[in-house]
Antibody
Framework: EVQLVQSGAEVKKPGESLKISCKGS????????IAWVRQMPGKGLEWMGI????????RYSPSFQGQVTISADESISTAYLQWNSLKASDTAIYYC???????????????WGQGTMVTVSS | QSVLTQPPSASGTPGQRVTISCSGSSSNIGSEAVNWYQQLPGTAPKLLIY???QRPSGVPDRFSGSKSGTSASLAISGLQSEDEADFYC???????????FGTGTKVTVL
């Protein structure tokens, strides 16, 4: 079964660092881009950025550039999302999603992780 | 503040047809493929429609997508209670150099 399994919920204090993970299985992890998507409480979906595990080519949304770091370790089929100094406004559910190329020649996020809830509170 | 605008809500009775609009611009919908995602309460999003009007395997043909110019639409025919969810359109934006999601539409089955 093709799936993405994310790490568990986190509760952190402002200023702390955090790295959450997204492990792929059932497919060739290194040949599909992996995106990260934020969903703040009661709000919509926001694309944060994307990484190609095969060569770690990474693109960031201008809104998240410099705020987070996306990385991947293809040897263990895992992508990561990292913060150096969390803020209360980082409280959200974070999803990873696999990008697939369809026969139409266009891409879409076809497989999603279950989400990781990150709570930042003093 | 998303660049893809959707109505905040839509509703219908079982069996009815509901349509959700997604308004964008020439830098996104007008030049890129549109995808639609369904998010059932408390769950991760799921791909519903890709490349404007294509259904992934397993998605009922009650769901259909269309696009014209800088707008796209998702139609749900034969509305069912299990269709209650949030729906998001999405596309790459050439100007922002980022993938953008719509503002989201909550569908309620009356």
């Amino acid at each position: 079964e093709v799936q993405l399994v994310q790490s568990g919920a986190e509760v952190k204090k402002p200023g702390e660092s955090l790295k959450i993970s997204c492990k792929g299985s059932g497919y060739s992890f290194n040949i599909h881009w992996i995106a990260w998507v934020r969903q703040m409480p009661g709000k919509g979906l926001e694309w944060m950025g994307i990484i190609y595990p095969g060569d770690s080519d990474t693109r960031y949304s201008p809104s998240f550039q410099g705020q987070v770091t996306i990385s991947a370790d293809e040897s263990i089929s895992t992508a990561y999302l990292q913060w150096n100094s969390l803020k209360a406004s980082d409280t959200a559910i974070y999803y990873c999603a696999r990008q697939a190329r369809y026969s139409t020649g266009w891409d879409a996020f076809d497989i999603w992780g279950q989400g990781t809830m990150v709570t930042v509170s003093s | 503040q998303s660049v893809l605008t959707q109505p905040p809500s839509a509703s219908g009775t079982p069996g009815q047809r509901v349509t959700i609009s997604c308004s964008g611009s020439s830098s996104n919908i007008g030049s890129e493929a549109v995808n639609w995602y369904q998010q059932l309460p408390g769950t991760a999003p799921k791909l519903l429609i890709y490349t404007d009007n294509q259904r992934p395997s397993g998605v009922p043909d009650r769901f259909s997508g269309s696009k014209s110019g800088t707008s796209a639409s998702l139609a749900i025919s034969g509305l069912q209670s299990e269709d209650e969810a949030d729906f998001y359109c999405a596309a790459w934006d050439d100007s922002l150099n980022a993938y953008v999601f719509g503002t989201g539409t909550k569908v309620t089955v009356l």
